[in-house]
Structure formats: C-alpha cells, structure tokens
C-alpha cells in the first residue's frame, strides 16, 4: 500500500525553524520527483518545493527561496523540508506530494507570536 505521511508541523513563533519529514511507504521516493505544496486558510494549494529524482536537484518558490530547503533520505525513504526564518504568511497545512503516487495527510505550520 503506497502512503506518505506527514509530520513535524506545530506552532512557531517569527523568525523560528521547523523541519518536516514525509515517510513514504509502498515506493521508492528517490525513483520520484517529490514536492511539497502548502494551502492557507481559505486558499489553493500553492508549490512550495521540488527535489527531482535522479540528480536530486531542486527548486523554490520565490515566497520561500532562501529560507526553506528540501532533501531526502533514500535509507529512511523520507522526504524532509527545514523551514527557517518563519513568517505569518508561512502558515498553511503542508503536504508531501508525487505527481504519481498522490499526497500525504498534511501537517499544520502555525507562525504567530
């Protein structure tokens, strides 16, 4: 059974750090390309993140370039996001994704002081 699932999500005040980690289970999550994509309160879904399979390179949207990197563990089959410098506007359920395996659950990231 294929599932991606993810946590590490919590409250954080301005400026604060957070690392998600997705576990996939039922593939090979380096075989893939793996996103993450995060949706606000009352909003679509936005891209945040993309790590391709293969030569691992990656990408960022301009809203998060800088300040947050995605990376994998082919050990752990898991898929990482270390969010630094956290703002309000970071706050949003986030998602680990595959264009052919779906989404996880989510994890909420809540930046308030």
């Known amino acids: 059974e294929v599932q991606l699932v993810e946590s590490g999500g919590g409250l954080v005040q301005p400026g604060g750090s957070l690392t998600l980690s997705c576990v996939a289970s039922?593939?090979?999550?380096?075989?893939?390309?793996m996103s993450w994509v995060r949706q606000a309160p009352g909003k679509g879904l936005e891209w945040v993140s993309t790590i391709n399979s293969g030569s691992a390179a990656t990408s960022y949207a301009d809203s998060v370039k800088g300040r947050f990197a995605i990376s994998r563990d082919k050990a752990k089959n898991t898929l990482y996001l270390q969010m630094t410098n956290l703002k309000p506007e970071d706050t949003a359920v986030y998602y680990c994704?595959?264009?052919?395996w779906g989404r996880g659950q989510g994890t909420q990231v809540t930046v308030s002081s």
């Open positions: 039922g593939f090979a999550l380096v075989d893939y390309a």
């Open positions: 994704t595959s264009q052919s």
